[in-house]
């Protein structure tokens, strides 16, 4: 149980166009996810949270016009990269958990993306 | 505010060896859960164990241990006679309380990279 899926699992694109990622809670309704990106040899940064049918919250320095997520049902949450830039190139990691305003709850990861921006 | 240190950025062991991954954590809140995961080289992160912090008994999960001890702000993580597919990023993270909204962010640590030698 709790499983979660990511897709694309790698993604290579061209700068300024824009990428969507899938992230899908495959056995569980989730009524939060969260959005990560890792660079290579460093921790999770912890880009924003979205609650299924409401505005994501995003972390401060993460611009929310340039990564936009949406969270239409409770088990699937979308982050689309505008305009993708070479920095914009990283690992982005989603995950997934059940309660909300709870302490209990463990995040479930998924299998992360891998986005290349030329 | 809340902060998770792993201290150790790479481990190096044989395998056999038995080894020990610290995590010392800060934090005001009274409530809190902390958290380990696994991210082995395919890029995932795999849960391992969450320990509220009203629990401070050890916990034994066959070659897995972990050591919490709140007068030292610490839980550590213990390997017992290592195998190579221990090799990956071991991440401690702690979940901070949110109050006024609805989310229960994950504080992660840099990780700690163990390579386990056969």
């Known amino acids: 149980g709790a499983v979660v899926s990511q897709h694309p699992s790698w993604v290579i694109c061209k700068s300024g166009t824009s990428v969507k990622i899938e992230c899908r809670s495959l056995?569980?309704?989730?009524?939060?996810m969260f959005w990560y990106r890792q660079f290579p040899k460093q921790s999770l940064m912890l880009m924003a949270t979205?609650?299924?049918?409401?505005?994501?919250?995003?972390e401060q320095g993460v611009e929310k016009d340039k990564f936009l997520i949406n969270h239409a049902s409770l088990t699937l949450s979308t982050l689309t990269v505008t305009s993708a830039h070479p920095e914009d190139s990283s690992f982005y990691i989603c995950?997934?958990?059940?309660?909300?305003?709870?302490?209990?709850?463990?995040?479930?990861f998924g299998p992360g993306t891998r986005l290349t921006v030329l | 505010a809340q902060k998770v240190t792993q201290a150790q950025t790479e481990i190096s062991v044989v395998e056999k060896e038995d080894v020990t991954l610290d995590c010392v954590y800060e934090t005001r809140d009274t409530t809190y859960y902390l958290f380990w995961y696994k991210q082995p080289p395919s890029g995932e992160l795999v849960f391992l164990i969450r320990?509220?912090?009203?629990?401070?008994q050890n916990e034994i999960s066959g070659r897995y241990s972990w050591n919490f001890q709140k007068s030292t702000s610490s839980f550590n993580f213990t390997i017992t006679a290592s195998q190579v597919v221990d090799s990956a990023v071991y991440f401690c993270a702690l979940s901070e309380a949110s109050y006024g909204g609805a989310t229960n962010k994950l504080i992660f640590g840099t990780g700690t990279l163990l390579a386990v030698q056969p």
């Open positions: 320990r509220n912090s009203f629990d401070e």
């Open positions: 056995d569980f309704q989730a009524t939060t």
């Open positions: 979205s609650n299924e049918g409401s505005k994501a919250t995003y």
């Open positions: 995950s997934a958990s059940l309660f909300r305003r709870a302490l209990t709850d463990t995040q479930y």
